[in-house]
C-alpha cells in the first residue's frame, strides 16, 4: 500500500493542505496574524500550537468514551487549559524574551478556534493514533501559514530573515527602503487575505 | 477623568481590539454577513467584555497576584499561572448566563446567533481583554473602561463590515477571492483606516 494511500496520511495531509485551518476553514486568524511581525515569534508560536492541539486531541480522543456528552465542552477547555498553561510556563523558564514578544498570544491559544473545532469535530469520534496524526497535521498547516506570512513580512519590513540581515548594504545605498507598513496590522490582513486567494485557487483549480 | 476618557477613545479607536491587536476574529468572519445578528453579537459582546474584565481584575488582584493572598498568612504565595483556566471559567459561566437571557427575551436574535453564542466563550477578544487587563496593570476602574471601550470597538467594527459585505455581495469576484480572502483585505483597509485615530489624545 503506497504511503499516500493510508488513513494517516489522509488524515494529516487534509488539514495540511486541502482544509487548511486559516486559509480554508477560517479558524485561528487571531494568533496567525498577531505573532508574524518576524519569523522568529511565529516559529515558537506554531510549535507551541502544534505541541497543544496534538497532545489535546490525543488526550480527548483517549477520554472519549468516558466524558459525558453535557459536560464535554468543560472537560475540554480544561484539558486544552492545562496543556496552554505548560506551554506558557515552560517559555517563560526558558525563552522569556520570546515569551515576552508573544505577550498574550500564547495565553489566547485556549480560544484558538481550531483547537476546539478538532477536539469536537474530529477527536471525540476517532481513534487516539488518528487524533494525534490529525492534531499534528493542523500544526503543519497552522504553522506553514504562519511561517509564509512572518516571512513576507519581516523580510519586506525589516529585511531580515530569522533577526539576521538579508538585504544587502548596497541596496540600502541605492535608495532602497524597508517597507513599514509591512510591520503595521493592516499588512497582516492583507497579506493572508492575498494567501487565502492563492490557496483557495489552486485547490479548486485541482479538482 | 480625562485619562479614562482617552483610555476609552484608545480602546475604541486606535488600539481596536480587533483591527490593531486581531483578537476576536473567527466570528468577526463568521457572524459579519448581515447587520442585524452583527449587531445582536457586538451587544453580546460588550455585554460580556464589560462585565468579566472586572469581575477577573477582581478575581486577580484579590486571589491571584503576587501577594495578594497575604491575608491568609501566605504572603509568598503566586498563582499567577492559574490565571488562564480561572479566566476562561468565568467567561464560559458569563456567557451562559448572556445565552439564557437573550433567548429569554429575543428568540429570532438567539436563532440568528446560533453556534456563534456559545462561542463567545473561546473568542480570544473576551480573554483577550482580561489578559491586557492583567498585561496593562489597570486599576480597577479603567478595567470597566477597557472592557466596555473594546467592546464597543470591535461591535464598530463588525457592524462597518456587515455593511461593506452587503455590497460585495453584489460585486463580480475572481475564483478565490470571494468570501474570506476578501473579506480579509477589506478588513485590512479598515484597520489602515482606524490606524489614523492614533494620534488623537485627550
Known amino acids: ?207 | 477623568m480625562v485619562e479614562l476618557l482617552s483610555l476609552f477613545l484608545n480602546s475604541v479607536f486606535a488600539g481596536n481590539i480587533l483591527l490593531a491587536y486581531f483578537l476576536g476574529m473567527c466570528s468577526f468572519v463568521a457572524v459579519s454577513k448581515n447587520i442585524e445578528t452583527a449587531v445582536g453579537l457586538g451587544f453580546a459582546v460588550i455585554f460580556v467584555l464589560t462585565v468579566t474584565t472586572p469581575v477577573n481584575w477582581l478575581i486577580f488582584h484579590g486571589l491571584l497576584s503576587p501577594g495578594a493572598l497575604a491575608w491568609a498568612g501566605l504572603p509568598d504565595v503566586d498563582l499567577s499561572f492559574l490565571k488562564l483556566i480561572i479566566f476562561i471559567s468565568v467567561i464560559a459561566a458569563m456567557v451562559q448566563a448572556i445565552e439564557i437571557i437573550i433567548d429569554r427575551f429575543s428568540a429570532s436574535l438567539y436563532a440568528g446567533l446560533g453556534i456563534f453564542l456559545p462561542l463567545i466563550a473561546v473568542n480570544c477578544a473576551i480573554l483577550g481583554g482580561s489578559l491586557f487587563m492583567v498585561e496593562r496593570n489597570l486599576t480597577f476602574i479603567e478595567s470597566v473602561v477597557f472592557g466596555f471601550g473594546a467592546g464597543v470597538g470591535w461591535m464598530l467594527a463588525i457592524v462597518a463590515m456587515a455593511a461593506a459585505r452587503i455590497k460585495l455581495r453584489y460585486a463580480d469576484l475572481p475564483s478565490g477571492l470571494e468570501g474570506f480572502a476578501i473579506t480579509m483585505i477589506v478588513t485590512g483597509l479598515m484597520a489602515m483606516a482606524f490606524m489614523l485615530f492614533s494620534g488623537i489624545t485627550m
Not at chain 1, 466524558?67 to 496543556?83: K, Q, T
Not at chain 1, 471525540?124 to 492534531?135: C, E, I, K, R
Request: some cysteine; charged content about 15%; glycine content about 8%.
Open chain 1, 1 to 207: 500500500m503506497k504511503l499516500t494511500r493510508t488513513k494517516a496520511f489522509k488524515t494529516f495531509a487534509g488539514p495540511a493542505w486541502y482544509e487548511n485551518p486559516i486559509n480554508m476553514q477560517m479558524l485561528g486568524i487571531c494568533s496567525a496574524l498577531a505573532v508574524t511581525v518576524q519569523l522568529k515569534t511565529a516559529f515558537v508560536m506554531t510549535l507551541a500550537m502544534t505541541f497543544v492541539v496534538s497532545l489535546s486531541n490525543l488526550i480527548i480522543s483517549l477520554l472519549r468514551n468516558v466524558i459525558p456528552g453535557n459536560i464535554r465542552i468543560i472537560v475540554e477547555l480544561a484539558v486544552i487549559a492545562s496543556l496552554v498553561i505548560l506551554a506558557d510556563e515552560f517559555l517563560r523558564a526558558y525563552y522569556f524574551e520570546i515569551s515576552k514578544l508573544l505577550s498574550v498570544f500564547v495565553g489566547l491559544i485556549i480560544t484558538n478556534c481550531i483547537i476546539l473545532g478538532r477536539a469536537e469535530g474530529f477527536a471525540l469520534s476517532n481513534p487516539p493514533h488518528l487524533a494525534f496524526v490529525d492534531g499534528l497535521g493542523n500544526g503543519v498547516g497552522y504553522g506553514s501559514v504562519l511561517m509564509s506570512v512572518a516571512l513576507i513580512r519581516e523580510l519586506f519590513g525589516s529585511g531580515s530573515i530569522f533577526g539576521y540581515t538579508v538585504v544587502p548594504e548596497r541596496l540600502y545605498a541605492a535608495g532602497y527602503e524597508d517597507m513599514g507598513l509591512m510591520l503595521l496590522a493592516p499588512a497582516a490582513f492583507i497579506i493572508i487575505g492575498l494567501m487565502a486567494w492563492l490557496q483557495k485557487y489552486l485547490v479548486n483549480s485541482r479538482k
